[in-house]
Each structure stands twice: as C-alpha cells, then as structure tokens.
C-alpha cells in the first residue's frame, strides 16, 4: 500500500517570501500521479498543482512549483511571493493507476503580515 | 459548470440514527469518489464510482455504509445506525471522462456530528 508523509504540521511564511512544503510518498508502482491540493478554511479542496511521475520536468503554476524527485520519492511543494491568501491546510496526494488518492496528514500554512 | 454540491452541509444526530448524504458532480464527470476526513488528518478514501457501478470499497466502509449512484449521475452515501466514530466530513469528489488519472475536483463536504 502507498504511504504519503507531510513531516511539518505547520509552516510559517511572511508575505512575499517564499515557502516549501515537504511530501514523501512509498510505492512500487511506477504510473502515478502527484498532486497538492489546498484546503482553505471554508475547507473546500483546491487543486494547487499536479505532476505525473513519468514527466522529468517539474511542473509550475504561477507562484507554485515542485521539485520532483522521483528516486528519492520526494514531492516538495514551493510557494514563491506568498500571499495572504495563501493561508490554508495544504495536501499532498498520491494517485495511483486505478486513480484513487491517498493524501498525506497536511500542513498548515500560516502567512503573517 | 457549478462544481460539484454536496447536500446538506452539515447534519446533526443522534447515535443509532440513520442519515444520508448527497453528492451532485460536475456534469458529465462519469468518475464519483467519497471520502473521509477527520479533524486534523488528510482525506481517507472510502470508496469510488464509474459511471453507476461501484468499483472499489475501502475497509473503512463497514457494512453500516452504503452508496449508490444509480442513473450514473449523483450519488447518496447512507450510515445507518451512526456511532460517535462516524462524526467526521464527508466529501465527495468527481473527475471526467478518460484516463482514471485525473484531476478530481471536490465538493465543499458534509460535517456529520453523531451525539
């Protein structure tokens, strides 16, 4: 079964600095896909961004961006010029071929003026 | 295209009552999936549609739940005879037609409180 870690419960950022959000993930599949989801507190789940494992590129949204790490099976979220808006419980998720998602426990991303 | 709805938003019973929930996906989504999630943890999956047929239950789904989507559009989940452990969101999610890779967009959830 897959496993997805998010080690920091919470995270702290000042408005326009930057911020990185750690996810590992376990599996012995070789077609998934990755995806960070954010969850503000009206607590709708919002696709941030995603990245299909057999893409070498790491993939970019606007102030979003990861680093894909694929051997080391590391999927880092980074948050350039953070806005206030930004402040929400963030998700890493794993899916797998059959497209279920297995979801880390999340980090709160706290932004301070 | 109005999202996926889920209704109602938040419920409130008693233990030992019956309760259930309804998901409305995006249109023409034929991908359906429920999910799980307690207070401070990430989404538990807990079981998936394709189109009206029931592709996958989780072990967390005991015999007390039960969904259907029966002309493939929404779909309710039902807890019968609720316990304090069930108090929990439930959300739903859909993702279109194509690959089972897909973007799955969510729905604002359903906040079960069982006293």
């Known amino acids: 079964a897959q496993t997805v870690t998010q080690s920091q419960p919470e995270m702290s950022v000042q408005e326009a600095e930057t911020v990185t959000l750690s996810c590992t993930y376990d599996?012995?599949?070789?077609?998934?896909?990755l995806f960070w989801y954010k969850q503000p507190p009206s607590r709708q789940m919002i696709l941030v961004i995603r990245?299909?494992?057999?893409?070498?590129q790491n993939a970019t949204e606007n102030r979003f961006s990861v680093n894909f790490q694929k051997a080391a099976k590391s999927f880092s979220l980074k948050i350039s010029d953070s806005q206030l808006g930004d402040a929400a419980m963030y998700f890493c998720?794993?899916?797998?071929?059959?497209?279920?998602?297995?979801f880390g426990a999340g980090t709160q991303v706290v932004v301070t003026p | 295209d109005t999202g996926v709805s889920q209704n109602p938003r938040h419920k409130i019973t008693k233990r030992g009552q019956n309760v259930t929930f309804r998901c409305d996906p995006i249109?023409?989504?034929?991908?359906l999936y429920w999910y799980r999630q307690t207070l401070g943890q990430g989404p538990e999956f807990l079981t998936y549609?394709?189109?009206?047929?029931?592709?996958?239950k989780s072990r967390l789904l005991s015999d007390r739940f039960s969904a259907e989507r029966p002309k493939g559009s929404f779909s309710t989940l039902e807890i019968q005879r609720t316990e304090q452990g069930d108090s929990a969101m439930y959300l739903c999610?859909?993702?279109?037609?194509?690959?089972?890779?897909?973007?799955?967009?969510f729905g604002p959830g359903t906040r079960l409180l069982v006293l």
């Open positions: 249109s023409e989504h034929n991908r």
């Open positions: 998720a794993y899916q797998d071929s059959w497209g279920k998602f297995q």
């Open positions: 990245q299909e494992a057999y893409k070498q």
């Open positions: 549609f394709q189109n009206e047929a029931q592709l996958e």
């Open positions: 999610a859909s993702s279109p037609q194509g690959a089972s890779q897909e973007t799955q967009y």
């Open positions: 599996t012995s599949e070789s077609d998934y896909y």
